[in-house]
């Protein structure tokens, strides 16, 4: 088999509301590209990548060269080939390599019949536990709604939340308010869900002072762990030595480097695989046996993905057997999907691992013009900046923190 055409197209789907976070905000959207390898054999395979854009999509283009005439089982000759440890110095594609590997195991999972999670060891579960991910939201520009500001509405939120989906874990995004603010709505959480798991995520953007303090303030509530507080393996080592609550990472722990620097002088207590950002579903299963051997904690992280990444990490989640915490994901914000089918669902919190051959999901034509005409209207946004602050840069650690009085609502094209 061989790979005849490989093709990128950026869509940008809508997002119940903007969601906050410490580096800035997503403005309403999530904008992604979606990725085709086609093969000789008449198989398409489909993966996903965050970003997206002219120079993007040319990015793919530009590797048409190298995987013309490839063979898209031989997926250890396409790491090097793709992002080679030495050539990334020049031009990192970590990311890429991820997209393309989706797409490849796609494909061998339809030629061969299978799902990805088979070709991957075997499913040890049929369907994958996620936490309700939630964040402080801006309200919708159109109408208001949407709303997360205060700890009443996180409560209320989160209370929707586990109606509709079941979630039984709740993991809160911070790092935009005063530290004291997030941690009332924390306990709010905590208080509104006793026998419930939590989690906490301020992106990195504490000192190791005001995470000690703020770790030392949640340990006798029902933690998974304390998500990147601080910024840096060393960082994160301080702070663990000082708190009883593990701590877990998706930001200094991305690739087999930092994982054997972990081992060898620990810092983190639970690694957070992203099929992205590890560059691909494989990654993430070798560095999981890795924690598996050293008894470190897994768990899957989301990048804020569409229904092919999220095929990707179901798939990841159904074969790993150390994975005891539930999975994150952004999946719930979105309004709509662009795979066949409309939206997947969740089901007592989880949601079901695809069976169908390959990673079991299918392009929407219809959503993905829909989508791809809205990029071409809106553009892309701005990932690291805040719609209602300007000039504020995001530094680590920060202390300029959003006002939690600051009720305006942005006005973001839609
Ligand atoms: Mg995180």
Redesign the pocket.
Known sequence: MQIVDLRATTVTVPLQAPLRHANGCHWGRFVRTLVEVETDSGLVGLGEMGGGGESSEATFRGLKSYLVGRDPRRLEELRFLISNPTASLYNNRMQILAAIEFACLDVMGQAWGVPVSEILGGRLRDSVPFAAYLFFRYPHSRDGSGEVRTAEQLVEHAQRLKAQCGFTTHKLKGGVFPPDYELECYRALAAAFPDDRLRF?P?SVWSVEEALRFGRSIEHLNNDYL??PVFGLNGMRRVRGKIRTPLAT??VITNFEQLAANVLDLAVDVT?LDTTFWGGIRPCVKAAALCEAFQLGVSVHSSGELGIQLATMLHLGAVLPNLTFAADAHYHHLTDDIIEGGKLHYEAGAIRVPTAPGLGVKLNRDKVAEYSELYKRLGSYAYDQDPLRPGWTPTIPNTRWADPADARIPKIAH
Request: aromatic share 0%; net charge negative; charged share 45%.
């Open positions: 995520d992106n998500e990147d998706n930001t957070l």
